[in-house]
């Protein structure tokens, strides 16, 4: 009996791996990524100067194109780092940015929903470079800082499925090619 449960089950196995095996060589093809980033000292506050590479899947294209409002949010925090205590978060900040396409106008529009500021585009990839560019983010006054103790700075960009319209959210949930969410890019941060 487990000879003919093996013989089973090997085939079913390879099919599925050669099924995905496509779908895990493109999901690099997609994703947005933290190059850079770091805190520098202007005046008495630290603020922050990042860029992202952002590069979309064709269905976050084609969702773009029809109308679909895509949402990304990028995350920062410093913490402190400490020996015998959880580490102590000193600041949070989030940034949310909405890219949409207007067929009428043929433009993409840029909002930073976090200052208001709106910004409008011709082309695709000269609206996500403006994305791609964060700078003079007032993250931590100089003063909330100890010398000599260890801090750590972390970037993450997410990408907010939850703000796609209701038909698309379950896709996005199990389909890769909606996964457009960095990983943390943490640093330390000398004082």
């Not at 102590?88 to 976090?114: D, G, P, T, W």
């Not at 990839?125 to 700075?153: K, Q």
Request: contains cysteine.
């Amino acid at each position: 009996m487990p000879v003919s449960v093996s013989n089973k089950v090997f085939p079913f196995c390879f099919v599925v791996l050669v099924w995905l095996l496509p779908i895990a060589a493109s999901a690099d093809a997609f994703a947005v990524t933290v190059k850079r980033a770091e805190l520098n000292l202007q005046g008495d506050s630290y603020v922050l100067s990042a860029d992202i590479d952002y590069q979309l899947s064709p269905r976050a294209k084609k969702a773009l194109q029809n109308g679909v409002s895509l949402f990304w949010v990028v995350q920062l925090k410093v913490w402190q780092q400490r020996d015998y205590f959880w580490d102590k978060r000193l600041v949070y900040k989030e940034v949310r940015y909405r890219i949409q396409y207007h067929a009428l106008l043929n433009m993409y529009r840029v909002r930073n929903e976090s200052s208001g500021a709106v910004d409008n585009f011709s082309t695709l990839p000269a609206a996500l470079d403006l994305m791609s560019t964060v700078r003079d983010i007032h993250v931590i006054d100089r003063a909330g800082l100890v010398a000599g103790e260890a801090y750590l700075a972390g970037v993450k960009v997410r990408f907010d499925r939850d703000a796609l319209p209701l038909p698309l959210r379950p896709a996005a949930y199990v389909n890769p090619q909606w996964y457009l969410s960095s990983d943390w890019y943490v640093w330390s941060l000398k004082n």
